[in-house]
C-alpha cells in the first residue's frame, strides 16, 4: 500500500466527502478548514467570512488503486468550476473551488487538468478553481465528520453543470469493458457482474465520473442476472425511451456525465414499483466505514 494525500475545496464539505468516501482506493477523508489566516477556526467563525479559510476535504488514497489525476476527475465533476465563491445556494469565499496541492507535480496534474478542461469546453464557462499551496489544515468539528453518512444520506442538493468529455477522452479514462458499457449502451452477461451479490452497506457511483448514484440499502436480488435496486440517490441519474432491439424499455443514464448505466422497469417488488437492472461494469461501490 502507498499512501499519499490530497485537499480540495468544492463548497460545502459535507457532499464532497461523501463523493470521495465512495472512491475505491480513498483510505479516509477529514473535512476541515484550510488557506486561510485564523488559527484554529470554528464553524461558526468559517461561516461569518472572516477567517480566509475554505471548507475543504483532506483525502488519504492508495496510490496503487486510484490516481491524483483520477480524483481531480472527481473533483471536477462533482461540483460546479466555473463559479469561484458559490456552490448552489452556499455564497462566499469559504465554498470556493479550490485545489490545495502538496507537491510540485500535483500543482502541475491540477493545471494541466484545467486547460484539458478549458480546450476540451467540458463546461459551459471557464474554470476559475484555485490551485494553491497546502496551507494548514484544521479538522473540522466531530459532529461535520461523515455529516451525511449519519444523516443516511449520500449527496447534497447544490447544482453541479453536465460533465462532457470527447469520446478519444472517455477511451482514456476507462477500460474497454467499461467503454463499452457506459459509453456504447453495452450490457454484460447476465450473473457475470463483480456486483451482483454485494450485501455490505454502501454507495455505488457511476465509473466513469464518481457520481454517487445508489445506495446498498436499496439493493436487492431480482433473480435478474444484474445488480437490482429499488429506486436511485435522487437527482443521479435520468431516464429516457429506449427502443434499441427491437424493444420499448427505459433507459437510466448518469444526470452528470451521461453515461449509460442499465435500465430501469416497473415490476419492482417495493412501494416504488421500480427495478433498476444496472451493470456492474458501469460502477464503483465503497462499503460504508463503521464509525
Known amino acids: 500500500m502507498s499512501i499519499s494525500q490530497a485537499i480540495f475545496a468544492a463548497g460545502c464539505f459535507w457532499g464532497i466527502q461523501a463523493v470521495f ?27 461569518n467570512g472572516d477567517t480566509g479559510h475554505a471548507e475543504a476535504v483532506k483525502i488519504l488514497y492508495d496510490t496503487d488503486f486510484v490516481s491524483y489525476e483520477q480524483l481531480l476527475d472527481i473533483f471536477f465533476a462533482n461540483h460546479n468550476p466555473t463559479t469561484l465563491n458559490r456552490q448552489g445556494p452556499d455564497v462566499g469565499d469559504q465554498y470556493r473551488s479550490a485545489i490545495f496541492y502538496l507537491t510540485t507535480e500535483q500543482q502541475q496534474e491540477a493545471l494541466d487538468k484545467i486547460e484539458e478542461l478549458n480546450q476540451n469546453k467540458a463546461y459551459p464557462s471557464p474554470i476559475v478553481t484555485q490551485v494553491v499551496p497546502a496551507a494548514e489544515f484544521y479538522p473540522a468539528e466531530q ?14 442538493s447544490a447544482d453541479k453543470p453536465p460533465l462532457k468529455r470527447s469520446d478519444e477522452e472517455w477511451k482514456k479514462r476507462l477500460t474497454p469493458e467499461q467503454y463499452r458499457i457506459l459509453r456504447q449502451k453495452g450490457t454484460e452477461p447476465a450473473f457475470s457482474g463483480k456486483y ?25 436480488d431480482s433473480g435478474s442476472g444484474w445488480p437490482s435496486f429499488d429506486r436511485a440517490i435522487p437527482g443521479s441519474t435520468k431516464v429516457s425511451p429506449d ?30 414499483g421500480a427495478r433498476y437492472c444496472i451493470n456492474s461494469g458501469a460502477m464503483n461501490f465503497a462499503p460504508r466505514e463503521n464509525n
Open 243 to 272: 427502443f434499441s432491439h427491437g424493444m420499448v424499455r427505459a433507459e437510466v443514464t448518469c444526470a452528470r456525465c451521461g453515461s449509460h448505466l442499465g435500465h430501469v422497469f416497473n415490476d419492482g417488488p417495493t412501494a416504488t
Open 143 to 156: 459532529y461535520h465528520q461523515k455529516y451525511l453518512a449519519k444523516q443516511g444520506r449520500s449527496c447534497c
Open 196 to 220: 451482483l451479490e454485494v450485501k455490505e452497506d454502501g454507495t455505488f457511483s457511476c465509473a466513469a465520473c464518481g457520481n454517487p448514484i445508489f445506495r446498498a440499502g436499496d439493493k436487492f
Open 21 to 47: 468516501d465512495s472512491v475505491p482506493g480513498v483510505v479516509s477523508t477529514t473535512v476541515g478548514y484550510t488557506g486561510g489566516k485564523t488559527e484554529n477556526p470554528g464553524y461558526r467563525e468559517v461561516c
